[in-house]
């Protein structure tokens, strides 16, 4: 079966939490060879983040899914010698060390490049390889902070609101992905040179948040924050039903409003001149939201979303994972799949991220144990003595 698009190619994943390998996760989706660099004794951290069943990590089976494993301890002399032969043989590495830490041992990009002329360093951190806060430790919660979105989250008259999830990381991550890709382009056109890509946390979630410094730029105006509204159409927020659900809605085309205020009977407001467009719409976001929520107050979500469906107006339920599990659309596209695992027999998780006609990534396997694949990677690719692994798998240099 075709493995997708980057089939070929070796990715070194030397990351953690959150960003770095979820890029390698995607790389992997679409066909690369990614190879699992852990601590020898610690592992990878990722494996102790979010629910577990049995003592087996369940995040780990899809974050790490189509990666083989090996533990290797980069810090040591021999680790590093190892981790350079097997540089030598990738076209990607993705790290998240601090700045400075590759380079203190000894494999930095000078000396992988020295190896391997053609490799693309994926070097994830918080703030980036330069500036003043290069070496301040990064997390993905920082750059929630500092790209404007928790200013803009919550409601007017609350606190600043984070996401109950790894926001900046994804993000990152998908960005990091990209950026990898077209490294791996411009090596095929430029003679197969390498290069540094420097991907921050801060800079892709600070693009999601939007144009707010350009607006604070030409107008000196600084957002805020508004709950489930927003300032450029309304109505627009979560609604609950009658049977305790929730809903949102979308009015971001004028005929989406139009055919919403006629549909919970009050058809009188689109003759307005206030109602022609979506900001002065938000003006009035108070009187439209009570025509809104007290029509779907008074019905079931069902009823609801069939209402809006048959009116050609926009709206989706508010789902729990369960909902997600659930729902014959996701059902039907196979958003979610079900796949084999050693340890869990059959478990569902997200599908890859985009559907290619011709050439579609797919889960080969799931997340690994840790060091399943060092023999296999050291001994039988790398071509080590089995004896000197055998000694440095004493020593925890190995794994």
Known sequence: MQDGPLSGLRVLDVSTILAGPLCCQILGDFGAEVIKIEHPVAGDSMRGHGESKDGVPLWWKEISRNKRTVGLSLSAPEG???????????????????????????VGPEKLHEVNPGLVI????????????SSRAGFGTLAEAMSGFAHLTGQPDGPPTLPAFGLADSICGIAASSAATMALLA???????????????????MTAVGPGPTAYDQLGKIGMRHGNRSTNNAPRNTYQTSDGHWVAISTSAQSIAERVLTLVGHPEVITEPWFAAGHSRAQHADLLDSYVGGWIAERTRDEVVAAFTDAGAAIAPIYTARDIVEDPHVQATEMIVEVPDPDLGRVKMHNVMWRMSETPGRIRFTGRDKGA??????????????????ELRERKVVF
């Open 373 to 390: 694949d060092s023999e296999s990677v050291f001994i039988d690719e790398l071509g080590c003595d089995p004896a000197t692994i055998a």
């Open 80 to 106: 590093a010698e190892l981790f350079l032969k097997l540089a030598a043989t990738a076209d990607v590495i993705v790290e998240n060390f601090r700045p400075g830490t590759l380079e203190r041992w000894g």
């Open 187 to 205: 090596r095929e056109r430029n003679g197969g040179r390498g290069q540094i890509v420097d991907m921050s946390l801060l800079e892709p979630i």
């Open 122 to 133: 994926v070097r994830v951190t918080g703030f980036g390889q330069s500036g003043p806060y």
